[in-house]
Structures are given as structure tokens and as C-alpha cells.
């Protein structure tokens, strides 16, 4: 004999109740609850149905993280993503880089199995991005491989020191690309890495399980211009050669072309070519600001993961 709907009014109000206390709140499978209450599986889904209809049980949808995740499709439809994060936007440049950043270093610690190896690029998101890696799960035989030489004067942005945050808080080896992040000549450049050392932490880079990556754009605020490493002049003529933004400090015009520029023929850092071996490449950066830069750094190299806040995805996607 067929069971008879749960009606409003009836006996079992107060078993819907709890059917959908054990569902929603407790978390129990469908299953799960028809164990608990000794109860059929239909039965419980009738239940679960008579709690909603008669107003025990109201679902509501966060509106600002539902339109997160539209965006987040778009993207991942519009650049061939595997996965995109949207996260709140912010007016500030720096609390832009402390969410972004954040996001990604939880989203990359994820990725992190024992043995693993993970590219890491600079900058103040990724600066951010290393205080969320330090609190990931502990695994064994993990490496760490700065994507960019140095520079001289040490600081939390510092290619060096962000990939020796992350290998000592992992516990992992670390490798540094022990030249300066910007050289006098491309002769000096070539020179360097013709250096055994060197080469192998290429070989290293193209290898990795995971890279995160940020971009830069041509403002006075970029950290580029911040730590001294490009002038004014320099910017000004990066940008009449066509350059929108950098990827590894490696400067692009909107179609992701490298520029010619001789700041590209100094810069010792992975070549954009090796990431394409790399097992997932995270880009993270936000802020409407960086929208042209970001569509570069997406169309420069095979991105998988994009990180970055909700102004910068408007402006991608057009939305």
C-alpha cells in the first residue's frame, strides 16, 4: 500500500522537522537519515519535500557569491579555463592583492600532494598568496622554485624571499634562480644562463606539478615600478613599443606577444615558453586596473586556474 503524503497539519510536522534538521544541519545523506529515523528512503524524500513546501525549510541564495560564480563560467567558457575563483572586489589596491592572493595560495595548497613541485612567481599578490600556502597540510618531498632571479635589496615582494616563505612553511627544498632579476646586457643574460646551475632550475621549472603566476601592468603603483627595477622613462617606452602588462617581469602587448623592448633581452626569469609544461599553471591578480594586462597574461600563456576579483572579471567578460 502506497505511504500517504505529508500534509501540513498532520501528526508528522514534527518528523519533517527533524528530517530536515538532519539533512541541512547535520549534514546526513538522504540515506543516512532513513537509517537514524528508521524510516523508507521515499518516505524521507516526501518529507524533505513536505518541510520545504509547507515553510519549515527555506533556501536562500547568497546573491553576491551567485554572481561570483557566473562569473567564474564565463570566464573559464571565454579563456578555455579548467576552473576560475572570483572573489569579492575591494577599492584598494593592496586589500585587492590580500584577497586574491589569499584565494589562490588556498586554492594551490590544495593541489600540493607528497613529492610535488611548485613554480612561484612574485609580487604582492603572490606575497599574499605565500602566508595562505603556509598553512597548508604537510606532505612529504615537496620543492619550491622561484620563477625569477633577485633583487638586491631584500623584501616580502622579493622573488627570494617569497619562495623561501613557501619552501620553509611546506618544509620543502627550495630553489632560487641566483642571478639579479634584471642584468646590464641580453649578452650578460645569456652568459648566465649558460651557467649549469641554472639551466637545471630551468629544467626544474618546466617540470613542475604547479606554477603561480601573477601580472603586473604599466602604472606607477605596479610593483616594478615600486621596487625601482623599471623608470619612468622605461615605462613610457613600454608602453609606445606596445606593452600592456608583464607576466615573470616578461612584458607583452594585448595579444600576449612579448614586446621589443630592451628590458625583455635583460630580465632573467623562466621563459613564458617553459610553463607550457607545466602541470597546472594558477595566474592570480585582480582590480579593473589590470583587466588589458590580465587578457594579455591569458592569451601569453596556457593559464588553467584564473584567480582574481569580481571587477577584473566584469571587465574580461564584458559583464
Not at 595560495?105 to 606575497?127: K, N, Y
Not at 637545471?200 to 602604472?219: F, H, K, N, T, Y
Amino acid at each position: 500500500m502506497a505511504e500517504a503524503p505529508v500534509r501540513a497539519g498532520d501528526a508528522t510536522r514534527d518528523l519533517a522537522i527533524r528530517c530536515a534538521w538532519l539533512y541541512h544541519v547535520e549534514g546526513l545523506t538522504q540515506d543516512g537519515v532513513a537509517r537514524a529515523l528508521r524510516l523508507s528512503r521515499a518516505k524521507v524524500l516526501r518529507l524533505l519535500a513536505a518541510a520545504r513546501d509547507d515553510g519549515l525549510v527555506r533556501i536562500a541564495i547568497d546573491a553576491p557569491a551567485a554572481t561570483r560564480a557566473a562569473l567564474e563560467a564565463r570566464l573559464v567558457e571565454r579563456f578555455g579555463l579548467r576552473a576560475a575563483l572570483v572573489v569579492a572586489a575591494a577599492d584598494d589596491r593592496g586589500e585587492i592583492a590580500q584577497r586574491v592572493g589569499q584565494a589562490a595560495g588556498q586554492l594551490v595548497a590544495r593541489q600540493l600532494r607528497d613529492g610535488a613541485s611548485l613554480g612561484l612567481g612574485w609580487g604582492a599578490t603572490l606575497s599574499a598568496a605565500a602566508t595562505a600556502l603556509g598553512a597548508a597540510p604537510a606532505h612529504r618531498g615537496l620543492s619550491v622554485i622561484s620563477l625569477l632571479g633577485g633583487l638586491t635589496r631584500s623584501g616580502p615582494v622579493n622573488p627570494a624571499a617569497v619562495a623561501r616563505r613557501v619552501a620553509d612553511a611546506l618544509h620543502g627544498d627550495c630553489y632560487q634562480l641566483t642571478a639579479p632579476l634584471v642584468v646590464a646586457s641580453a649578452a650578460t643574460r645569456a652568459a648566465l644562463w649558460s651557467e649549469a646551475g641554472l639551466r637545471d632550475l630551468r629544467e626544474r621549472a618546466r617540470r613542475a606539478d604547479v606554477a603561480l603566476v601573477s601580472c603586473g601592468d604599466l602604472a606607477e603603483a605596479a610593483t616594478l615600478r615600486q621596487e625601482g627595477l623599471v623608470s619612468r622613462a622605461e615605462l613610457a617606452g613600454l608602453r609606445r613599443a606596445g606593452a600592456v602588462g608583464d607576466v615573470l617581469c616578461q612584458f607583452v602587448d594585448g595579444a600576449g606577444r612579448p614586446v621589443d623592448h630592451p628590458l625583455n633581452r635583460r630580465t632573467i626569469a623562466v621563459p613564458l615558453a617553459d610553463l607550457h609544461g607545466v602541470g597546472t599553471l594558477v595566474l592570480a591578480s585582480g582590480g579593473a586596473a589590470k583587466a588589458a594586462a590580465l587578457a594579455a597574461a591569458l592569451a601569453a600563456v596556457k593559464v588553467d586556474v584564473l584567480v582574481t576579483d569580481e571587477a577584473a572579471a566584469r571587465a574580461l567578460t564584458g559583464a
